[in-house]
């Protein structure tokens, strides 16, 4: 467990010095360490700068730091930036969240109260793109099937009809093709993939002919003509529910869907649907609407569904660059200088 603030013990005649550099930090409110908060061995990052101080023990007592907070961390949304909360945070400068996606927030709300929004783009782009080939590949390959075969204590031989589909040469689709969408259209250059993409805006010629990629104004050719489509925009009131019944049937009855965008970018009931009925081969997803789902979803009594625990980020490299990232742009704020990853309502 993490106290208030962190305790460092010196030498005698420094103690005076270390309470005024102490004193001297701004005060920020996190989740907690560990579990669904900041990563323990990253914590110091944030440290190093801001005074921090749990949820938990924030609300035994809001009155004795509420008004000293101008920095709130988000984690996995959290802590969740309900009016609630925030009208306890009179102080409070801004909001960084770790990571892009931002739909958690009511940015001009937030706005309203004074409190700017900055979120960590670019990042977060490596990390999510490996995610991404690594569920194509895995839900291409049977890897997870395989190693459950592997390790079952029944296992005496091996299935040779165990067949997966060839990814080199295949057809990938991109929904998205910001940081993380253009990453991912690299990587899978590198598995000899044609690339088609779907976006808002076009991108330069330049960067279509780095990855050989083909731009498809039209969403229903780009899902008609790939084996693999990958879901990789943000999500917001036009994404919501983009892949739904008819863009399912669309696609072809081998292909695979890779989510690693939102689970409400789905509709999931859709979903179960054409995976139960053949209307699409398989799905590799590393984010549902709820998370965890329940244990009763009938997503998670499927063979041909591949899920993982939203992990697109989870690396220790990316974990640090992220808080160093929440960090700039919160001491930017509390310093009233211009934060360089402000999201700013439309």
Same mark, same amino acid.
């Given at each position: 467990?993490?106290?208030?603030?962190?305790?460092?013990?010196?030498?005698?005649?420094?103690?005076?010095?270390?309470? $005024?550099?102490?004193?001297?930090?701004?005060?920020?409110?996190?989740?907690?360490?560990?579990?669904?908060?900041?990563?323990?061995?990253?914590?110091?990052?944030?440290?190093?700068?801001?005074?921090?101080?749990?949820?938990?023990?924030?609300? !035994?007592?809001? !009155?004795?730091?509420?008004?000293?907070? !101008?920095?709130?961390?988000?984690?996995?949304?959290?802590?969740? $930036?309900?009016?609630?909360?925030?009208?306890?945070?009179?102080?409070?400068?801004?909001?960084?969240?770790?990571?892009?996606?931002?739909?958690?927030?009511?940015?001009?709300?937030?706005?309203?109260?004074?409190?700017?929004?900055?979120?960590?783009?670019?990042?977060?782009?490596?990390?999510?793109?490996?995610?991404?080939?690594?569920?194509?590949?895995?839900?291409?390959?049977?890897?997870?099937?395989?190693?459950?075969? $592997?390790?079952?204590?029944?296992?005496?031989?091996?299935?040779?009809?165990?067949?997966?589909?060839?990814?080199?040469?295949?057809?990938?689709?991109?929904?998205?093709?910001?940081?993380?969408?253009?990453?991912?259209?690299?990587?899978?250059?590198?598995?000899?993939?044609?690339?088609?993409?779907?976006?808002?805006?076009?991108?330069?010629?330049?960067?279509?002919?780095?990855?050989?990629?083909?731009?498809?104004?039209?969403?229903?050719?780009?899902?008609?003509?790939?084996?693999?489509?990958?879901?990789?925009?943000?999500?917001?009131?036009?994404?919501?529910?983009?892949?739904?019944?008819?863009?399912?049937?669309?696609?072809?009855?081998?292909?695979?869907?890779?989510?690693?965008?939102?689970?409400?970018?789905?509709?999931?009931?859709?979903?179960?649907?054409?995976?139960?009925?053949?209307?699409?081969?398989?799905?590799?997803?590393?984010?549902?609407?709820?998370?965890?789902?329940?244990?009763?979803?009938?997503?998670?009594?499927?063979?041909?569904?591949?899920?993982?625990?939203?992990?697109?980020?989870?690396?220790?490299?990316?974990?640090?660059?992220?808080?160093?990232?929440?960090?700039?742009?919160?001491?930017?704020?509390?310093?009233? !200088?211009?934060?360089?990853?402000?999201?700013?309502?439309?």
């Amino acid at each position: 467990h993490f106290g208030l603030v962190s305790q460092v013990i010196l030498p005698k005649g420094h103690t005076n010095t270390i309470c $005024a550099m102490e004193s001297s930090k701004p005060w920020a409110l996190i989740s907690e360490v560990g579990r669904n908060g900041l990563i323990k061995g990253s914590i110091d990052i944030v440290e190093q700068h801001f005074q921090i101080v749990c949820l938990k023990d924030f609300l !035994q007592n809001p !009155q004795l730091h509420g008004p000293k907070i !101008q920095a709130m961390f988000q984690w996995y949304a959290l802590p969740a $930036a309900e009016p609630s909360l925030l009208h306890l945070l009179p102080s409070l400068k801004v909001i960084a969240n770790g990571g892009v996606g931002i739909d958690h927030l009511d940015v001009p709300y937030l706005n309203s109260l004074g409190v700017k929004v900055a979120n960590t783009p670019g990042v977060v782009s490596d990390a999510t793109a490996d995610i991404a080939l690594g569920l194509l590949l895995a839900s291409a390959r049977n890897i997870v099937e395989s190693h459950q075969i $592997a390790f079952d204590p029944k296992t005496t031989c091996l299935p040779g009809q165990l067949m997966g589909v060839e990814v080199t040469g295949s057809t990938m689709g991109i929904i998205g093709m910001g940081n993380i969408g253009y990453k991912i259209a690299q990587r899978g250059k590198g598995f000899d993939m044609k690339i088609l993409y779907h976006n808002r805006r076009r991108r330069s010629v330049e960067d279509e002919q780095a990855v050989g990629a083909r731009y498809c104004e039209c969403l229903d050719d780009l899902l008609k003509e790939s084996d693999f489509v990958v879901l990789a925009f943000n999500l917001t009131p036009e994404t919501t529910g983009l892949i739904s019944h008819r863009e399912l049937s669309l696609m072809r009855p081998t292909a695979t869907l890779v989510n690693i965008s939102r689970g409400l970018a789905v509709d999931q009931d859709a979903l179960v649907e054409a995976l139960q009925s053949g209307t699409i081969r398989t799905a590799a997803l590393d984010v549902t609407e709820p998370e965890p789902l329940p244990r009763d979803h009938p997503l998670l009594s499927l063979l041909n569904v591949l899920i993982t625990t939203h992990i697109g980020t989870n690396t220790y490299t990316t974990t640090r660059k992220i808080l160093q990232m929440m960090v700039d742009n919160a001491l930017a704020a509390v310093a009233g !200088q211009a934060i360089p990853n402000e999201v700013k309502a439309e």
